[in-house]
C-alpha cells in the first residue's frame, strides 16, 4: 500500500505501526473536541496566519469587483474554515469505525484466498475488503447529513457566516413559532434525504442489498 491511500485504510493496513499510532491518536483528539472548541482554535488559527485564511464573513470587501469564477473562489475561500470545523469531529469517529471495519474485513477467509491467488495488494484492499467494509460508514454518513445543523449556530457565530444556524437562533430568540417550526422541520427533512441516499449508496456499492426488500 502507498501512502496515497486514505488514512483509515492506511491505519488498518499499517496496524499497530507509526502510521496507524499516529492517525489513532490524532483522530481520539480530534473526536475530543467539540465544535465549540474546534470553531475557536481554527479562528485563533486564522488571525495568526492572517491573511492565508479569512477571519470572518462570507466574501472578501472586493467581492463584486471580481469575475464569477472570482467569485465562486472567494466564497470557497471563505468556507474553508467553517467547514473543516463542521467535519473534524464527525471526520475523527468515521476514521475510527472504518478502520476497525476494515481489520475486521481483512481477517475474512475470502480475503486470504485473493492473497493466495496472487491478485495485487491495491486490488486486494480496495475492491475486496473495502468494499464490504464500507456499507456502515455509509449508513452513518446519512445520520451525520441530518447532524450538521446542530453545530453550524456555534461555527457561523464564529465565522460571522449568514446561514440556516444563526437564523434559527435568531428565530428562537424572537420567540418566533412558525420559523422555529419550519427549522424543525427542515431537520426531519434532512434525517429523511440523508437516509435516502444512505440507502441509494448501500444498493450501488453492495450487490447484495436489493432496494425493493429494504424494509
Known sequence: MGDRAAPCILSAVRRNQLADRILR??????????????????????????????????TSINHEDLTWLGKLLDIGWHLILPTLALSITSFAGLQRIMR????????QDYIQTARAKGLPENRVIYVHALRNAVNPLITLLGFEFASLLGGAFITENYFNWP???????????????????????????????????????????????KLTEMN
Do not use: K
Open 163 to 209: 446561514g440556516l444556524g444563526q437564523l434559527i437562533l435568531q428565530a428562537v430568540q424572537a420567540q418566533d413559532l412558525y420559523l422555529v417550526m419550519a427549522s424543525l422541520m427542515m431537520g426531519a427533512v434532512m434525517l429523511i434525504v440523508g437516509n435516502l441516499l444512505a440507502d441509494l449508496a448501500l444498493t450501488f456499492v453492495d450487490p447484495r442489498i
Open 25 to 58: 491518536v490524532v483522530s481520539y483528539i480530534g473526536q475530543g473536541f467539540p465544535t465549540l472548541i474546534t470553531g475557536l482554535l481554527l479562528l485563533f488559527l486564522a488571525q495568526s496566519t492572517a491573511p492565508l485564511f479569512p477571519v470572518g464573513g462570507r
Open 100 to 107: 476497525g471495519q476494515l481489520l475486521d474485513v481483512l481477517q
